[in-house]
């Protein structure tokens, strides 16, 4: 069996933490390093679990989890639910992350215990953090608060202490590092539920969990700063989550604000200061905006990034890419029945002809495509009189305006040795 030098595995744990700009104390008071059977203490304690008769686990979830005994750091905070005694539930990230069976090009990056229902990270803080929390905020520490049990969190609660949520232990300890009093989920859904029939489908409206319905308190200051990422997909997936767990932390009577990382390499709050410096992250913070304005601003957004901006009437060189389109559509590979479909009907009409007009110009201009041009105008808008099917001569810029544009290319039997194909134009 492979042993782990758990010296070198606490020097290179906390040197992770050291990058995500992370203070020393946070690391020792939270987070610990863990390898061998004691792996499974932190994970598979559920009474959930199926256990054999005489107690021991099942062989398929020694076989799920047998990467743990690799090593890694397990993290939890203090339970505000339990008089703030230190949390049971935690996340666990191995040094040799197993393969999700659902999308197997991608790695469990984070593990959680096993047949539990996710939870929120409330870290310790020394007390220098606590004061430089209490600083910003413009908050006293009492006499009273620093003899609680509860401590920083206590206070946090007492006072209507301004929260922000992440999604990740790292980034709350990133940020209680700088000042803010964060609190982590794992994951941009955790902070709410929905209640689910026998079968997975949603049977009720969604709740808060009970860790986070605990500090939403009348008239508190929430921010959310989750993850940002450049995939459509995860940024809609995101988006949703903010609002829903947002709206659900109005209607508790907090104070909604969400601070939108940039989009750029760096993907967390962590991974931005450690690029971008603190003072960048305090200006997102104090320019942070309201709920309400944020879901406003997503209706004149685009969903997915420009790559180029154009100040022009019509596409530059339209022509040429035309016939480069043509081109690659007609070689002599090309199979012998082959269609193509052009989809136009998101573009202005006078646009739709500028696009039209000029394809029919790089066409007359080929010579592969010299051997017939028709165009029907069936479902076109003309003006006062149908065209013929294979009038071309009278085609004119405000003509015929078509939705879609379908070329049809099949090979003529008595030119198949000349190498010419006849091009049918059809608008449908």
Not at 233 to 252: C, D, F, H, P, Y
Not at 336 to 354: A, D, F, I, T
Request: glycine share 6%.
């Amino acid at each position: 069996m492979l042993r782990i030098n758990e010296t070198d595995s606490q020097a290179k744990h906390l040197q992770e933490w050291l990058n995500s700009c992370v203070d020393e104390e946070i690391f020792h008071l939270n987070a610990r390093s863990l390898s061998g059977t004691l792996s499974y203490e932190y994970l598979l304690y559920s009474p959930k679990i199926s256990r054999r008769n005489d107690g021991r686990l099942r062989d398929r979830d020694l076989k799920k989890y047998q990467h743990i005994e690799l090593g890694g750091w397990w993290c939890s905070g203090v339970d505000p639910l339990n008089q703030y005694t230190l949390m049971m539930w935690g996340c666990f990230k191995p040094d040799h992350p197993r393969r999700d069976r659902q999308k197997i090009h991608k790695f469990i990056k984070y593990e959680h215990p096993f047949r539990e229902e996710t939870r929120a990270f409330f870290l310790l803080v020394p007390n220098r953090i606590w004061v430089k929390v209490s600083n910003r905020s413009g908050i006293p520490i009492t006499e009273e608060d620093l003899q609680h049990p509860g401590g920083f969190w206590h206070w946090v609660w007492r006072h209507n202490v301004p929260v922000t949520i992440v999604e990740g232990v790292k980034k709350a300890a990133c940020l209680l590092t700088a000042g803010y009093a964060a609190i982590a989920i794992p994951g941009v859904n955790a902070g709410y539920r929905t209640p689910l029939q026998e079968y997975g489908t949603a049977n009720g409206k969604p709740y808060l969990i009970p860790d986070l319905k605990h500090f939403a308190t009348q008239g508190r200051q929430v921010n959310i700063c989750f993850d940002q990422d450049n995939k459509p997909e995860t940024v809609q997936r995101v988006r949703t989550a903010i609002s829903r767990m947002g709206r659900l932390l109005v209607n508790e009577g907090c104070s909604l604000r969400v601070i939108d990382l940039p989009f750029g390499q760096e993907k967390g709050v962590d991974d931005f200061i450690v690029a971008k410096g603190q003072p960048a992250f305090d200006a997102l913070y104090n320019t942070a905006v309201a709920l309400e304005l944020w879901e406003i601003k997503l209706f004149t957004l685009l969903t997915y990034p420009p790559s180029i901006a154009l100040n022009q009437r019509f596409l530059g060189h339209i022509e040429n890419l035309c016939l480069r389109v043509w081109s690659r559509m007609v070689t002599p590979l090309s199979m012998p029945r082959m269609h193509r479909m052009m989809r136009v009907g998101q573009l202005s009409s006078r646009l739709k002809q500028h696009l039209l007009n000029c394809m029919l110009r790089s066409v007359k201009r080929s010579r592969i495509l010299m051997n017939s041009l028709a165009l029907n105008s069936r479902n076109c808008k003309t003006n006062g009189r149908k065209q013929k099917p294979n009038d071309t001569s009278s085609v004119k810029p405000n003509y015929p305006v078509a939705t879609k544009l379908k070329l049809r290319l099949s090979w003529s039997r008595k030119m198949t040795t000349a190498g010419i194909l006849n091009c049918g134009c059809t608008t449908i």
